[in-house]
């Protein structure tokens, strides 16, 4: 079984900066990619960025130019810098992993809360 753990989460004024860190643990599995989703109240789950394991990364065009996702290949962590936070920005952070084990799997955390007061 794979758990992810999330943290850094908070609030923020508009315009300052957060990081979200995210630890996966468990045994014997291969991670493909890792990904870091939001939630804002009363709206869909979005993506918000990806990165392979061994590639490129993607974001969408909300958070382009300020937001930075990177990965820690030996800690199994995935990290989102946030910079110029907006109250769009609101809302429940959510990571995810899609890897292997005995088969394609995919894992979700439990969310941290980001908040950007207006």
């Known amino acids: 079984q794979v758990q992810l753990v999330e943290s850094g989460g908070g609030l923020v004024q508009v315009g300052g900066s957060l990081r979200l860190s995210c630890v996966a643990s468990?045994?014997?599995?291969?991670?493909?990619?890792m990904a870091w989703y939001r939630q804002a109240p009363g709206k869909q789950r979005e993506l918000v960025a990806s990165?392979?394991?061994?590639?490129?990364?993607t974001y969408s065009d909300s958070v382009k130019g300020r937001f930075t996702i990177s990965r820690d290949n030996a800690k199994n962590t995935v990290y989102l810098q946030m910079n110029s936070l907006k109250p769009e920005d609101t809302g429940v952070y959510y990571c995810n992993l899609v890897g292997r084990l005995w088969g394609r799997f995919e894992a979700w955390g439990q969310g941290t809360q980001v908040t950007v007061p207006s």
């Open positions: 990165i392979t394991w061994d590639g490129p990364t």
């Open positions: 468990g045994s014997s599995f291969s991670i493909d990619a």
